[in-house]
């Protein structure tokens, strides 16, 4: 976000906390529970997010040419280089002899080495190498690659699409997201880490715990809600996108204050919900990403956080600091805003009740359903 925009979001929630209230829809809603606990819908989530192009790494984790890292998407492992020509591609992880993982976690090579039978590939994904190379005579002269994947960098990060040779337009897919994105120039910041959650929660609830500020009072007393207002929220939608601004405690003290004194990210949190299926939270030194993926059954999702920083961590002591918000930011997901969820995930996989209930309060959890209900329609039309 421009500083203009940043002060216009902090003058708004300045407004709604004076006016003890937060941005509102017009009506409640009732979502039905079975969408959280039915394997056919379930099914139809997962091909639609399998669909869909992917934000799956800061640009930052592949620094320079020469650097790769891997990952798991919608439970594929995949691989991401950057080549000598500076350019990003991504692959499908699994070598052309007998598909072990070329390569793990990340790092700097000229070439991979497959870890069963090393053959080697380059960063563009050819083989280059092969032991005993008598034993593959047709296979060799295939020219054999590792299966590239559709792939952009862009706003910061590093996209790609699971079908090969799918198009990939993520300009198109960001919209008017696209330019504010790459406001935040999170592709210059440190990647601090990345890890990863299975949780017994059905994945579009726990984008839920994500997409209100309503439950920060209760859920973490000790932890957000000492920091961060509850249930006051600065709402606006980019298209299938959203974006939540939380105000920080002490934002309504800047109501007296010029507002060319204002350092308004100081006193926001900004939440954006990245369709379908990624979250990203942004303070003035802190870029976390949420990769939320369903997995093969209802009610189970699997969840990779990361955290990039924009603060000098070139010393061991900045590092740790760095290190340490990222345990406490992976702490209140995991031991406040995931077992809680594990739990209301039990009730409702129990179908006693039929309906879950959004307030009017909670403008981001009708526009993520509202728009993922249209997106399956929309599926089965074209079906
Ligand atoms: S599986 Fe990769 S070299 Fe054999
Ligand atoms: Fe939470």
């Known amino acids: 976000m421009t ?25 409640e809603h009732r979502e039905p529970a079975e969408h959280y606990t039915d394997d056919a ?30 990952k798991e998407v919608m439970g ?13 591609r991504a692959f499908q992880n699994i070598c052309q002899h007998r598909q072990a993982p070329v390569a793990g976690g990340c790092g700097i090579a000229k070439r991979l080495a497959c870890p069963y039978h090393s053959w080697t590939y380059d960063l563009e994904g050819a083989v280059v190498g092969i032991p005993g190379e008598e034993g593959f005579p047709a296979a060799r002269a295939d020219g054999p690659r590792l299966t590239e994947l559709p792939a952009e960098e862009r706003a910061g990060f590093l996209w790609i699409c699971l079908t090969p040779g799918a198009a990939i337009d993520i300009a198109a897919h960001l919209g008017d997201l696209d330019a504010e994105l790459a406001s935040w120039d999170i592709g210059a910041w440190t990647p601090i880490g990345e890890k990863r959650l299975d949780a017994a929660i059905d994945w579009k609830l726990a984008i839920d715990t994500f997409s209100e500020n309503y439950h920060f009072a209760t859920v973490h007393t000790t932890t957000f809600a000492t920091v961060a207002h509850s249930n006051c929220t600065v709402f606006d939608s980019f298209g299938r996108h959203h974006r939540l ?5 002490g934002i309504e003290d800047f109501a007296e204050v010029p507002e060319a004194e204002w350092k308004p990210l100081e006193k926001v949190a900004v939440i954006y919900a990245i369709y379908p299926n990624v979250v990203l939270s942004v303070t003035a030194v802190n870029g976390e990403i949420f990769r939320v993926y369903p997995t093969d059954r209802a009610g189970h999702s699997v969840t990779f956080h990361q955290n990039a920083t924009s603060l000098d961590v070139s010393t061991d002591a900045a590092r740790q600091a760095s290190n340490d918000i990222f345990e406490y930011a992976h702490h209140t997901v995991r031991d406040e805003d995931y ?23 909670e403008p981001g959890l009708h526009h993520r359903h509202a728009v993922l209900a249209a997106e399956l329609e929309k599926g089965r039309m074209s079906t």
């Open 76 to 88: 594929q492992p995949i691989l991401l280089t950057r080549a000598r020509d500076g350019r990003f």
């Open 339 to 361: 077992a809680l969820a594990t739990k209301i995930q039990a009730n409702l996989s129990t179908g006693l009740q039929p309906t879950i209930l959004f307030g009017r309060n």
């Open 245 to 249: 601004v939380f105000p920080m405690r």
């Open 3 to 27: 500083h203009d925009e940043l002060v216009d979001a902090m003058r708004r929630a300045i407004k709604l906390l004076r006016e003890n209230t937060t941005d509102l829809t017009l009506s």
């Open 41 to 70: 819908r379930s099914a139809s989530e997962r091909r639609l997010v399998m669909d869909a192009p992917q934000l799956v790494a800061y640009a930052g984790e592949l620094p320079q040419p020469g650097s790769f890292a891997t």
